[in-house]
């Protein structure tokens, strides 16, 4: 009688053979190819005019344009987080007319395109030639001339900002609403008032969901100032505009303009990088940091927690 085969035997070794890609070898000697052409006409084609973009990239006005264009990405960019806070805070709320007002200026101001704004806060004289401060439907204590009092920078600044706004807005009622409600309950059941809640509670582990759009905003901000053209403020693409229609040397004040978007861009995207790898801490896999509220309720039992 023949002997049963083993069970535990192992089994012979086999030589696999790795699967090919031809396909990715074509697309690599495609991309080297196109590369090389790329390389090439940078180097030999006189019409860049790289001696010209060497002149003019750290020049007085070209650099002069950049800072204005830096202040407005900041200063606009400030005016849209705090206005979006603010305004999807009054969309979440409860109270119908604060819902209300929030969702009508999202409707205004989404609805509309910027270009349009800017000139609206451009021209706003021709709406209001004065703007006073008093009581309502009463005497007047103090009169703005408004074409004054409205200079082109702070155009751009409401134009850009308020406009932001709206976008923030939903940006950030995304970020509350990714929060578990139960997180606003148990704060309410240890006292903690609504703003407390939002504050302590609810933003913190909202800006993981926050942080990556905003940072996408504040990157097409940059880009965005050069809109402010329309009503004559000087930027960096107005301001390389004002050279090259002098010179005539366009495409190498516009590869100088370029340059400095693009650097301005890299950096905005490392430091983007920086904050959404510390507000993401601990999110992927199981929860091995206390939550705001653990922390919170751990604080006020003096750290004894079920």
Known sequence: MAEPATTGAR?????????????????????????????????????????????????????????NTLVLTVLSMLIGILGGIGLAVMRLSPNPVLSGVAGGYLWLFRGTPLIAQLLFWSFLSALYPNLSLGIPFGPSFVVFDTNSLITPFLACLLGLGLNEAAYMAEIVRGGIQSVDHGQSEAAGALGMTR????????????????????????????????????????????????????????????????????????????????????????????????????????????????
């Open 11 to 67: 089994p012979e070794p086999r030589d696999a053979a790795p699967v090919r890609h031809p396909g990715r070898w074509v697309a690599i000697a495609v991309l080297a190819v196109l590369g090389a052409m790329l390389v090439n006409t940078l180097l030999t084609n006189e019409n860049f005019g790289w001696p010209t973009v060497a002149q003019y990239l750290f020049s007085a006005p070209v650099l002069n344009g950049l800072a």
């Open 195 to 306: 703003a407390q809640t939002l504050r302590r509670v609810v933003l913190p582990q909202a800006m993981r969901v926050i942080i990556p759009p905003t940072g996408n905003e504040t990157i097409g901000m940059l880009k965005t100032t050069s809109l402010v053209v329309v009503i004559g403020y000087t930027e960096l693409l107005t301001s390389v505009q004002r050279i090259y229609s002098t010179n005539f040397q366009t495409i190498p004040l516009l590869i100088v303009a370029a340059a400095w978007y693009l650097l301005l861009t890299s950096l905005l995207t490392a430091g983007q990088r920086v904050i959404e790898r510390r507000y993401g801490r601990g999110v992927a896999g199981a929860v091995t940091e206390a939550t705001p509220l653990v922390r919170l309720f751990s604080f006020r039992t003096g750290g004894k927690t079920a």
